[in-house]
C-alpha cells in the first residue's frame, strides 16, 4: 500500500521482504532513502540503521511502536524521522520529501516526463515509452544512468562519475559493472525506438548521442570535446 502511493505521487520504489535483500539492493542501487517498516526492536534492524548511517544513506522507520525509547534508539542509530502506526500517508509524503533534500538526489524535473529523443522516459513508471514502440521498463539504476546522460546530453560523463552519481561507489571498484549496466541501457534504448544511444569514448567513459545513423550531426554536436580528446574522433 506504502509502495503504491509513493509510486504514484512520483517517487521510484524498490520493496525488500527481509533485511538480506535490502542490503542486496542497496548495494548495487544506491538509494536515496530507505524507509524500514520493520520490528524496531529487534537488533538486527538497528545495526542495519547504523549501518545505512555509515554508508552515508538516509533511513526513515515506520513503527509499530510508539514508545519513546523505540523512537530515540532509531534516531540514536541515524534514522532521520520515525513514525508510528497507524501512519497518514500524505504525512508520510511530506516528511519523506524532507529527508529526501537533506540528502544527494537527482534534481527530478517538477513534471514527470523527459525527453530521450522521439521517445519520453516517465519517472513514476521508469519506462521509456518510443513511437510505436512497447514501453520499456528500466531498473533504478538504468533510470538513474539514464537521466545522468540525458542531463549532459552531447558531453562526454566520466566513468567515475557513473560510479559515483549511479551506483555510489569509486570507480575503480565498478568499472565492469558501469560497462554492464550501459550495456543493457544500450539495448533498452534500441527496443524502445528513442533515436539514442550511448557512446563508448575510449579512456573516459561515455556519452548520449542521437542515433548511428546521423553520425554527422552527433560529431557536430559533440565537437568541443573532439578537439579536446582526439581519442573521441577516432571512436567516432
Not at 114 to 126: E, F, K, W
Not at 137 to 164: C, D, H, M, Q, W
Request: proline residues 4%.
Amino acid at each position: 500500500m506504502v509502495s503504491a502511493y509513493l509510486a504514484q505521487h512520483g517517487w521510484i520504489v524498490d520493496a525488500a521482504t527481509s533485511l538480506v535483500e535490502a542490503r542486496r539492493q542497496i548495494e548495487s542501487q544506491r538509494p536515496d532513502v530507505v524507509l524500514i517498516a520493520l520490528d524496531v526492536g529487534s537488533a538486527d534492524v538497528l545495526a542495519f540503521l547504523g549501518e545505512l548511517k555509515l554508508d552515508g544513506v538516509e533511513s526513515f522507520v515506520i513503527s509499530d511502536s510508539s514508545r519513546v525509547l523505540d523512537r530515540i534508539a532509531c534516531l540514536e542509530r541515524g534514522a532521520l524521522d520515525y513514525m508510528a502506526k497507524p501512519v497518514d500517508l500524505r504525512e508520510l509524503v511530506l516528511r519523506l520529501k524532507r529527508v529526501w533534500r537533506s540528502g544527494p538526489k537527482a534534481n527530478l524535473p517538477p513534471n514527470m516526463e523527459i525527453s530521450c529523443g522521439v521517445a519520453t522516459l516517465d519517472i513514476a513508471s521508469r519506462v521509456l515509452r518510443g513511437p510505436g514502440a512497447r514501453p520499456v521498463l528500466l531498473t533504478p539504476s538504468e533510470f538513474r544512468l539514464l537521466y545522468l546522460l540525458l542531463r549532459n546530453e552531447g558531453r562526454i560523463v566520466e566513468r567515475v562519475v557513473i560510479a559515483r552519481d549511479v551506483l555510489g561507489h569509486s570507480e575503480a571498484n565498478l568499472s565492469r559493472s558501469v560497462d554492464v549496466m550501459v550495456s543493457k541501457l544500450r539495448r533498452k534504448l534500441g527496443m524502445s525506438s528513442s533515436g539514442r544511444f550511448v557512446r563508448n569514448v575510449r579512456s573516459e567513459g561515455y556519452a548520449l548521442v542521437r542515433d548511428e545513423r546521423e553520425r554527422t550531426r552527433a560529431a557536430a554536436l559533440l565537437a568541443p570535446d573532439i578537439e579536446s580528446n582526439p581519442a573521441f574522433a577516432d571512436e567516432l
